[in-house]
């Protein structure tokens, strides 16, 4: 099993336990269908839980990727392979040549959110109409350019956004390309 997101909300509801309960919740999902284990992605940087709570649940660190991605897991299967990145982040980023391209998935309401935002953004303020690729199984994540593997920006064959960015993020990676 996969946990892409562990989200709460509210500061409020922080430091209550919740987020152990999450994790707990899938690991026991994970057992009940005989699943190897659970694994996640975090990273220092924005938009991804802190490794902490993983590690506090009996996660390992197996494989990171740049710029601060980390792979954990948490094996229910003693045997059971440890999951790796993939890799060949730059050959993937390249094969979107010239133009803007979105690479989202329906993983997150902000993912929709931003990439509505910038396509707009993109076509009327840069006169670029992007393409948008949707990555709608768990092997197109898999072989997505960016370990975040739901979201990214690429332009001219070069990653401009590793994760999800607002509309005036987005302005701001604009100016410094075009000038």
């Not at 562990?6 to 336990?17: D, F, I, P």
């Not at 740049?66 to 993939?86: C, H, I, Q």
């Not at 050959?91 to 929709?112: D, F, N």
């Not at 992007?130 to 994540?141: F, K, M, N, Q, Y």
């Amino acid at each position: 099993m996969f946990i892409h997101c562990l989200w709460n909300h509210s500061k409020r509801h922080q430091g209550k336990g919740w987020g152990t309960a999450m994790v707990e919740a899938c690991l026991k999902d994970a057992r009940g269908a005989g699943m190897n284990g659970v694994a996640v992605v975090t990273r220092k940087g924005p938009w991804l839980v802190d490794r902490r709570i993983f590690l506090s649940n009996g996660f390992d660190v197996v494989d990171s990727a740049p710029p601060d991605y980390e792979l954990l897991v948490r094996k229910l299967k003693s045997s059971a392979a440890d999951p790796t990145f993939k890799g060949g982040w730059d050959e993937k980023v390249a094969r979107y040549g010239k133009g803007l391209t979105i690479i989202r998935s329906s993983q997150c309401p902000y993912i929709s959110k931003f990439s509505a935002e910038i396509a707009e953004t993109a076509e009327q303020e840069y006169g670029i109409k992007p393409g948008i690729v949707e990555l709608e199984s768990c092997r197109d994540a898999q072989n997505a350019p960016t370990p975040y593997a739901v979201f990214a920006l690429i332009y001219n064959g070069r990653l401009v956004a590793d994760h999800q960015v607002s509309r005036t993020r987005f302005r701001n990676i604009m100016n410094k390309c075009v000038g």
